[in-house]
């Protein structure tokens, strides 16, 4: 009984334990990342969600236009919001990472490929720069202290205008640029080892230093010389309305096969546990035998365990991708205009209609980041913008309003909802259409969430619909996703 005892408690506790270990080791690999793509998105999860506000209302309130907020998918938690400023050839950047935390960038891009970056990060000047980019940092500086430093170093020469809808390419090919330079050079020196080694306050002595920056330099050059991957192609929605039937040929060209399950998994999770349990109880006999345990033979115990369970949890993850093709497939059979696309190995759900174009997102969460499945349509429609979310306790209680919510009559709707935005002759519109109605059927989900901007229509709710077992539960959001923005592009 007390074996039996140990070994549920290894596997109820010790595993799970071990598997998120291996999730926060992976997050500090030293491998390079060479090139970065920016995922716009409308709901970021802000680490700070009282000063991110702050912040971008301070660039605003100095003339910068927002150019929209992004995710980096090659750099997870890395979230940013981009700023132009036409009239003075200039644009800001809002960083946020769990790990470097909250800073701000002013850059000036001359016309010649110079650059000057003006940032309050608490980081960064340990590492060389590219000698034509000139980075002074003013760490913890406000907004205005960058912008005063800035206008008296900037040069007289001419400046490159950026306009906001060239920002995530500009970044993403200065990124390219940097890291083109840092691998032309070897990857790190011994002298940026060095000031990062006393930044942390890890004391390196010459031979550490050098062993140290071998290292990295090895594993930079590997990855330089690793051969380009082909990015997985992803249903991207058009950024204007283009004809449904050219939308949808053009995926359903770029779709892989769909993938199919050559044997059964039961047996190869039964495979799983059996191992783990008996390499487990192996552990434990080895534990009454041999007591006490060499540090060496802890550490193979342990990593023998974690490969196992990895590789388990990997199999999982792809049967459970196999398993929602056929869920796709058959919803989309039935509903108008859906048609499923294969990216590689993963299923996704699209919409070619002829009032708009469609794909659904499946977000797992993790990383204090909610689980997620939306609806995202891009429309003929054009105007500006509208946000109804549900109301929360706070606000039923207090009253808590924001400056741009939208007066709505007395109704069910009104009772739940809030509305905000700069389109109220637009609101009033749907407002007086079917779109109420809707929306309040999203209730019985976590977090309903709608948002209007221009030509773009998104649906969510915080929750990840993409498990087998949860299709009826994916059928129903569909549907009525589907409604709400069918009402969207009828009343547009």
Not at 55 to 63: P, Q, Y
Not at 222 to 233: A, C, L, S, Y
Not at 350 to 374: C, I, M, P
Not at 445 to 473: G, M, Q, Y
Request: charged share 25%; glycine share 6%; aromatic share 10%.
């Amino acid at each position: 009984m007390n074996k039996l005892t140990i070994i549920l408690f290894i596997v109820g506790v010790v595993i799970p334990a071990l598997f998120f270990l291996y999730r926060f080791l992976l997050q500090f690999t030293i491998k390079p990342v060479l090139e970065i793509n920016l995922t716009p998105t409308d709901n970021p999860r802000w680490s700070d969600k009282k000063k991110i506000p702050e912040l971008m209302e301070a660039f605003k309130r100095n003339g910068f236009d927002l150019a929209g907020q992004y995710e980096c998918g090659e750099i997870p938690g890395l979230i940013i919001a981009g700023f132009v400023k036409p009239s003075e050839q200039m644009t800001g950047v809002i960083y946020d990472h769990p790990v470097a935390g909250i800073w701000e960038n002013i850059c000036v891009q001359y016309a010649n490929g110079e650059s000057l970056t003006v940032s309050n990060a608490a980081k960064g000047n340990e590492m060389d720069h590219m000698p034509q980019s000139t980075i002074i940092y003013c760490k913890g500086g406000f907004l205005d202290e960058l912008l005063t430093k800035v206008l008296s170093e900037r040069k007289t020469a001419g400046r490159m205008t950026i306009a906001k809808e060239d920002f995530a390419s500009t970044f993403e090919e200065a990124y390219r640029k940097d890291m083109k330079w840092r691998m032309d050079r070897g990857g790190p020196t011994s002298l940026e080892v060095k000031r990062v080694a006393d930044e942390m306050g890890v004391p390196l002595d010459s031979e550490k230093m050098q062993a140290k920056t071998h290292l990295l330099q090895k594993v930079w050059m590997k990855e330089k010389n690793k051969p380009k991957k082909v990015r997985v192609i992803v249903a991207e929605l058009p950024g204007e309305f283009q004809r449904p039937d050219v939308f949808r040929q053009k995926l359903e060209q770029k779709s892989a096969p769909v993938p199919q399950m050559k044997f059964q998994p039961l047996p190869v999770y039964t495979v799983f546990i059996l191992t783990l349990v008996c390499w487990c109880y192996y552990g434990y006999q080895y534990n009454e035998i041999h007591r006490p345990l060499s540090f060496a033979a802890l550490i193979i115990f342990l990593m023998v365990f974690l490969v196992l369970f990895v590789a388990m949890m990997s199999f999982r993850e792809y049967n459970r991708r196999i398993r929602m093709c056929p869920v796709l497939k058959s919803i989309s059979d039935i509903r108008p205009g859906a048609f499923l696309f294969m990216a590689g190995k993963f299923p996704m759900l699209s919409y070619a209609r002829e009032g708009w174009l469609g794909k659904v997102f499946f977000h797992e969460g993790g990383d204090n980041q909610e689980a997620t499945t939306r609806l995202e349509a891009v429309t003929r429609r054009s105007g500006g913008w509208l946000s109804i979310s549900k109301k929360n306790i706070i606000s039923k209680v207090f009253g808590r309003s924001d400056k741009d919510n939208i007066p709505l009559p007395d109704s069910d709707f009104s009772r739940k909802f809030t509305m905000s935005g700069n389109d109220k002759v637009f609101a009033e519109k749907i407002l007086n259409s079917n779109f109420p109605r809707s929306v309040m059927q999203l209730e019985e989900f976590e977090k309903p969430f709608v948002d209007i901007d221009s030509k773009s229509v998104v649906v969510e709710i915080s929750r990840n619909l993409a498990i087998p077992s949860k299709e009826a539960d994916l059928r129903k959001f569909l549907e009525i996703a589907e409604n709400i923005v069918d009402a969207v592009v009828q009343e547009g």
